[in-house]
């Protein structure tokens, strides 16, 4: 999954996934703005066939934190 989540963004922001770093956050990549979330999250709902709610997408500002929702919607499934 995680690997997933990094081809996913590495294709959105035009870099290889080895430039995303394991730790990526909003704040620390200049890539990851207000408007490459929005993408991002779209290109995540569309990957995993998946609907993040707004509170919820809002929220998922690391690398990790988009990982965990996964997982945990995985397990739910």
């Known amino acids: 999954m995680h690997e997933r989540i990094k081809k996913v963004m590495s294709e959105l922001w035009s870099l290889s996934p080895q430039e995303i770093p394991d730790d990526a956050s909003a704040n620390a990549m200049t890539e990851w703005d207000s408007i490459a979330h929005l993408q991002l999250m779209l290109a995540l709902e ?13 929220n998922l500002l690391t690398l990790r934190d988009i990982e965990n929702h996964l997982v945990a919607l995985s397990a739910t499934a």
């Open 46 to 58: 569309m990957e995993f066939d998946i609907q993040f709610p707004s509170g919820v997408m809002m």
